[in-house]
């Protein structure tokens, strides 16, 4: 790839992973597969180093693996953090999952900051009916939110292992 080419490449897939990384303080945008797609383009437009070397290859698509699978763990590991929570205050996996419901419908219908909000809310309502009492139920999305903060350090954490991966990819195996 010619260095007119890269640069503008580089660009939009530096820009990619920055905008994934900061939406994951946001619960509901999807920044780890955001950083990931922005790597998956670099390594497409670069075929995965194919015309430096067969090792240099294998140890790209090795590391590309790796990166597929840390954005895997991220994006399931942050639903346990928020049920997790929300269950170590006694919420109802009905409850829960109705929230987790509410949440996807909320971020397409609504913004996903709506999303968030409808989540607590009918995790809130949910836990009301259920044990008809309002501190406790607001005890279970006080609790949830604590695991929401965990899942952004826990998604935090593995993006930027990601990051380090991709740089080392490209400053090592791509210079």
């Not at 998956?40 to 180093?49: E, I, R």
């Not at 695991?147 to 826990?154: N, P, S």
Request: hydrophobic residues 65%; glycine residues 10%; aromatic residues 18%.
């Amino acid at each position: 790839m010619s260095l007119w080419a890269e640069i503008p490449l580089l660009f939009f897939v530096i820009l990619g992973i920055l905008i994934g990384l900061f939406s994951l303080f946001l619960v509901f945008f999807p920044g780890l597969t955001v950083i990931w797609a922005s790597i998956f383009v670099w390594g497409l437009s670069t075929s995965f180093n194919r015309s430096v070397g067969p090792w240099t290859f294998t140890v790209t698509i090795a590391t590309f693996v790796v990166i597929t699978l840390l954005m895997l763990f991220g994006n399931v590991i942050d639903n346990f953090f928020m049920a997790g929570g929300a269950r170590s205050k006694g919420a109802s996996w009905w409850g829960i999952g109705l929230s987790w419901v509410a949440m996807i419908l909320g971020g397409i219908f609504l913004t996903p900051l709506g999303g968030l909000g409808l989540a607590f809310l009918v995790l809130f309502i949910a836990e009301l009916v259920r044990l008809k009492e309002h501190r406790a139920a607001f005890q279970t999305i006080s609790s949830m939110a604590i695991g929401c903060g965990w899942a952004v350090m826990a998604r935090l954490g593995i993006a930027l292992v990601m990051i380090v991966l991709f740089v080392m990819w490209y400053f090592v195996l791509y210079q």
